[in-house]
């Protein structure tokens, strides 16, 4: 699903008016019309409902949303902030003016008082929004947020800006009902609790426009993954799968390499081969006995000679600190097998810049926000950073969190929709590691294993948190689930 930018979002439906030569008001009528269908089919009819509408064109819906709801007999409450209208909104408030009083809030005194089990209904300002909210506006919004009702917001929550972060106070929805498709604003930390639980209005916009017009971002859908996963021939045998190589584990860190171990194993390598430390050996024989193993080392990996040659290497799982890796990283990045670098092994990267520099077309690194900031020495607005990063240096960049960012060479992003709070904790990335070097090692893109390995991973994640909560749940519980979520993709 693309995600446009507000001035696309204009352009998206300015196209849709004359493709289908209707109004803006016809428009604004459909988008109503969605969402009051929602509405209806969501909420007791008995309850209490307030609207509060601005006086541009979402404040238009919101007043068009009134209407609609009068004719299922239900008649809300409606106030309207004070302010010159927009042509559709004024036409909207002619239309329900015979129907419903509207009530005008200039000031403090005029707002209501708002009964905690009221559902709220909020058009304020939509996704033209790009300054500040002051004034009587501000001091709506604080009213709001402070009601305890339940609140859907119509396309944005009121005091949000669509296309950046917000620094001021916005209404904190528990629905947004956000028309035809997500919001850039969505998908950051600073404003993602403001949204609520989201649901897509289709509102019947161009789809020629939105196949035809580039977006940088873009939400991973279900129906994606499908096409991208291979079948597993009848008459095929293990060399068939790719032979994957990991430099994981350390004195006192043979968890990060089992778990990397057993990744790439459940994501479907033909051959596994671990270069471990000495006393790392009989651990990953015994949790992982699939897994070959090969000396690399005595408390820490010293080298790199491979023994055998490698479809796919992945690197940095528990090898430890910078000083007992860099000089066998340097060998590594001149390897001509395709390599997926995590953990310790970006750490080591962002104190030499040399080394990350050095880092061959093509390399996927996987990085959380933190290793993000140390590597490219930024904390903030790290999605288009990533974006800038990855086309600079013909890379793919997996930024990890509540909605994993793939940013590919050609400078797009991709975020993903599946995973939960309940896999922030250790293991769980080395688990990811390990499946994405197993994907790469079976002739996966790295576009496609990206893709592939972070939506199946965070499904997984998503099945764990059912069973175990997200509060206990653990890797281990979700290595068990990659079956299950690989079920629900090929089946």
Request: glycine residues 8%; hydrophobic residues 40%; proline residues 5%.
């Amino acid at each position: 699903m693309k995600i446009f930018s507000i001035s696309q979002i204009k352009a998206w439906d300015k196209a849709t008016l004359q493709e289908k030569n209707i109004s803006s008001l016809e428009l604004m009528e459909q988008a109503a019309n969605a969402c009051t269908k929602w509405i209806l089919e969501s909420f007791n009819h008995e309850k209490e409902i307030n609207i509060f509408c601005g006086y541009g064109n979402n404040g238009g819906d919101g007043l068009a949303i009134a209407r609609l709801l009068t004719h299922s007999g239900i008649r809300p409450n409606v106030f309207l902030l004070e302010g010159t209208p927009s042509q559709d909104n004024r036409a909207n408030q002619q239309h329900l003016h015979n129907k419903i009083k509207i009530n005008l809030i200039r000031e403090p005194g005029d707002l209501p008082i708002i009964n905690k089990s009221s559902l709220i209904i909020e058009a304020l300002f939509g996704t033209g929004l790009n300054k500040p909210v002051t004034g009587i506006s501000a001091k709506l919004i604080h009213h709001i947020n402070h009601s305890g009702a339940t609140i859907v917001s119509i396309d944005i929550p009121g005091g949000l800006q669509a296309d950046e972060a917000t620094p001021w106070e916005a209404i904190t929805a528990t629905h947004t009902l956000t028309l035809q498709s997500f919001k850039y604003s969505y998908f950051l930390p600073e404003s993602h609790h403001n949204w609520g639980k989201i649901h897509v209005m289709d509102i019947g916009l161009s789809e020629y426009f939105e196949n035809s017009t580039h977006t940088n971002w873009q939400l991973t859908k279900e129906n994606e993954i499908y096409k991208i996963i291979k079948p597993r021939p009848a008459f095929s045998h293990k060399g068939d799968f790719g032979h994957a190589a990991l430099w994981c584990g350390s004195k006192g860190m043979m968890g990060a390499a089992v778990m990397s171990a057993k990744g790439c194993l459940y994501a479907g390598a033909g051959k596994v081969t671990c270069y471990v430390t000495t006393e790392g050996i009989p651990i990953l024989q015994q949790c992982v006995p699939a897994a070959m193993t090969i000396d690399a080392g005595n408390e820490h990996i010293k080298h790199f000679h491979p023994a055998h040659t490698h479809q796919a290497i992945g690197v940095g799982p528990g090898i430890g600190e910078p000083q007992h890796v860099v000089e066998w990283l340097k060998d590594l990045l001149k390897s001509t097998s395709p390599l997926v670098l995590d953990a310790d092994a970006l750490n080591t990267l962002a104190q030499n810049p040399a080394l990350l520099n050095a880092i061959p077309p093509s390399t996927i690194i996987t990085p959380h926000p933190g290793e993000f900031a140390r590597l490219f020495h930024t904390s903030r607005n790290q999605y288009p950073a990533a974006l800038e990063e990855a086309k600079k240096r013909g890379i793919y960049i997996i930024l990890k969190g509540r909605f994993t960012l793939i940013a590919t060479p050609e400078g797009n992003g991709w975020f993903n929709p599946t995973g939960n709070p309940g896999m922030a904790r250790g293991g769980m990335g080395d688990i990811l590691t390990g499946m994405i070097t197993a994907l790469l090692a079976q002739g996966y893109h790295p576009f496609d294993c990206c893709r592939l390995a972070v939506y199946w991973h965070g499904l997984a994640g998503d099945i764990t948190a059912e069973l175990f909560t997200q509060q206990c749940m653990q890797p281990e519980n979700l290595l068990e689930n990659l079956s299950e979520a690989w079920k629900r993709l090929v089946l």
